[in-house]
């Protein structure tokens, strides 16, 4: 192993094609195992498993995400194995995400801490119906989008759309009040490499380019489905994304598909905190989540209020952290991530 500018040797790594990553996957108990595919991380293998993290040789932390690739049993020993090799490396914090409520007890066994840091929204397509008042502001928005804006919602090929899809995230990236693609927290759309992703797509009749997109990835052996990208025109009609995910539910509903992930809502407790709570840390979390501040940084209330209208219940998400989860660690989380720009 040799230096990177003095600051931490490079630990031993591994070359794996993506096609191997996105087969491994796909067999995930979880959809978000793609952010293994994203470009820029590297692949630690141990025995029979292997998991992707991005390095920060300079402030020697390592953020794996992803999950555990490869047999459960074996998780607890990757996770040893890689703590011992990234800190034999120079790496003085390493951390998780992300991580489901089944991964926390082969965390711990590893040495790791692992801190709630928001909730996950769910719902099984199979049984999905708008009917009820629990959904009548969601119908609403639908029926506005269908008959006053015309929109129209379908899968599509993303490499027949490549190029309108480009210019649709470019001016998405662009209104965001940060410009870091936060890959690490929600995955880029890997246009020209779908690898088992799905795409659909709202058009409404006056504009050749769509005005809204998705990214579904796979997983539980092939038995759900989660979003990844999704991202809409500064100037897309009202209810267009509504339109667009609930065509996506309905697709996968009519395939038979049982688990639908709208995706992690960063310190949300829409599912209730789990486990010992550090004081400190949860009134951080909620200063950020509820203040004006912490919003302008994300649109942390935002995002999980429009999930909110598809959930049919949501799961706690962790974080995993060595040598502890404090204030500085989920910190050093948030900057890999790009919440702080």
Known sequence: MD????????PRLAQISPQDLAERARH??????????????????????YLTFYPHYIGRAAFAVGGVHGPQG????????????MTQAGFRHLLFFPVSRHETDALVRAGFEVRQTGSEAFLDPRE???????????????????????????EIDPTQWSDGLGRLYKAWMG?????????????????????????????????????????????????GWGIDVFARSPDAPAGAMDLLIYHAIETLGAEGVRIFSLGACPLSEEAPPEGPVNPLIRAIFRFLYRSRLGNALFPFRSLTHFKSKFADHWDPVYMGGWPTMGPWALYLGCRLWGLFG
């Open 3 to 10: 230096t990177f500018n003095g600051r931490a040797r490079r």
């Open 28 to 49: 995930s108990p979880r959809a978000n195992a793609y952010l293994s595919l994203e470009r820029d991380l590297v692949t630690f293998v141990c025995g029979n498993s």
């Open 74 to 85: 074996e998780a607890p020993g990757v996770l040893r194995a890689f703590r011992e090799e």
């Open 128 to 154: 999905y119906t708008l009917s009820g008042g629990r959904h009548a502001d969601l119908r609403q928005m639908i029926n506005r989008a269908r008959k006053r804006y015309r929109v129209e919602a379908k």
């Open 175 to 223: 209104a965001r009040p940060v410009d870091h693609p936060m890959r690490l927290l929600v995955g880029t759309p890997h246009f020209e490499d779908p690898l088992g992703r799905r795409y659909f797509a709202a058009f409404v009749p006056d504009r050749d380019d769509p005005i809204a997109f998705i990214t579904l990835t796979p997983g539980w052996d092939g038995q």
